[in-house]
């Protein structure tokens, strides 16, 4: 499956998405693999907004400048492919097209409300 095909499939079903990126950011931040499902969704998505609040001026800061080029892409493949792009090289990122696509279902505009350059 290529990454569009992946993208496609996490935007179609976000439980496995949640779940995915919560065992890829657990072995990402302690270097340990869990290999079992720990939680259910409503814990994913709360460590992923704890995530995205830990992290937000920085995300800010590479993501905000860029919405015009974001908002540029015609489908949602596209857009998530534009959020990889520019959140790649970020050391705290983790697994890139899991966290890109759900920065993408958590909303651009959402993320850069408040922003000044």
Known sequence: MDVREKIR????DPETLYK???LKHAQYETGIESGEEVGVL??????FDDWVYTHIS????IIC???????AAVTQVDIVLEIMDIIEQQPYV??????AT???LYGIDKLCEDYEA
Do not use: C, H, M
């Open 9 to 12: 499939a996490y935007l179609e």
């Open 20 to 22: 995915e990126w919560y």
């Open 42 to 47: 409503a814990d994913w998505k709360k460590e």
């Open 58 to 61: 920085e995300l800010r800061q």
């Open 65 to 71: 400048p860029n919405t015009s080029k974001i908002k």
């Open 94 to 99: 983790g697994a890139v097209n899991l966290t």
């Open 102 to 104: 759900l920065l993408f």
